[in-house]
């Protein structure tokens, strides 16, 4: 398999001869406001932080499928929306998020459940949490997913989540070989961390010592918390930089 960090959330996969495409948000940088909720550091720049490192039409080029964690401005925007061909498969996590793709023109919109599949490929949902406490309810809902086939490694996208019994549950039971974990610890001024942060990703790393992990939604929005020169100080000070990889925009992973 190859994983292309794109910007923020935004990776490009390509996984038993397929081309899959992840929460894209696909505007140009500062082409959206700063958050409602101002952020952590009180910073009010506009998103995306950055520009895309590769060109739009690059990016949906020959794609196969799209898979939907969920659908916040930094995962799923107006950008992608016009972008997008309106045939493209895409997964979602549950009836409402597909009702709200349709209703942009998307006439291929299939929820995904613990045994979808796409072609060869097995797809299975996994449960994730956006954050903790009352901050659930601002941040709503957000599904990860696991995709299997013969020939790769098992691959788990832990999504917009903390580490939590979820997290462990989906580890245990697929016994994934590659780890994409959303690690930017995004936090407004109040309510804390919306999704990993360094520790959470540390108990990742501990609870499956043998799989490689990629960190991405770093550096991407301006309520992103942890850079990722701290991030690798933090994995060094470990011991499990060669099992944690922080990829730059635009860098790219075979396994």
């Known amino acids: 398999m190859k994983i292309h960090q794109i910007r923020n959330a935004t990776i490009l996969i390509e996984f038993a001869g397929k081309k899959i ?3 894209p948000m ?3 940088k500062g082409a959206l406001p700063t958050t409602y909720i101002p952020a952590k550091t009180w910073s009010f720049k506009r998103n995306p932080l950055h520009d895309l490192p590769i060109s739009k039409t690059e990016i949906v080029k020959d794609l196969d499928f ?7 401005f930094d995962h799923w925007d107006k950008e992608a929306v016009n972008t997008l061909p309106k045939g493209i498969k895409i997964f979602v996590q549950d009836q409402a998020d597909k009702l709200k793709i349709e209703n942009s023109g998307f006439t291929n919109v299939e929820i995904l459940t613990e045994n979808s599949t796409f072609g060869e490929i097995k797809l299975s949902r996994t449960k994730a949490q956006h954050g903790k406490g009352y901050m659930l309810r601002l941040a709503g809902f957000v599904c990860g997913l696991v995709l299997k086939h013969p020939t790769e490694k098992t691959l788990y996208l832990a999504a917009d989540t903390v580490w939590y019994e979820g997290v462990q549950e989906a580890l245990g039971q697929h016994k994934p070989e590659v780890v994409v974990l959303n690690g930017g610890d995004n936090q407004f001024f109040f309510g804390g961390q919306l999704v990993m942060n360094k520790k959470d990703i ?3 790393q501990k609870a499956i ?9 770093m550096e991407g929005v301006n309520h992103n918390t942890l850079t990722r020169k701290d991030l690798k100080e933090f994995i060094t000070e470990k011991g499990i930089a060669d099992k944690v990889n922080v990829p730059e925009d635009g860098q790219s992973y075979i396994f």
């Open 202 to 204: 540390h108990e990742v």
């Open 21 to 23: 495409l992840v929460d």
């Open 66 to 72: 799209v898979f939907l964690s969920h659908l916040h």
């Open 26 to 28: 696909l505007s140009d």
């Open 209 to 217: 010592p043998n799989a490689t992990i990629v960190v991405t939604h």
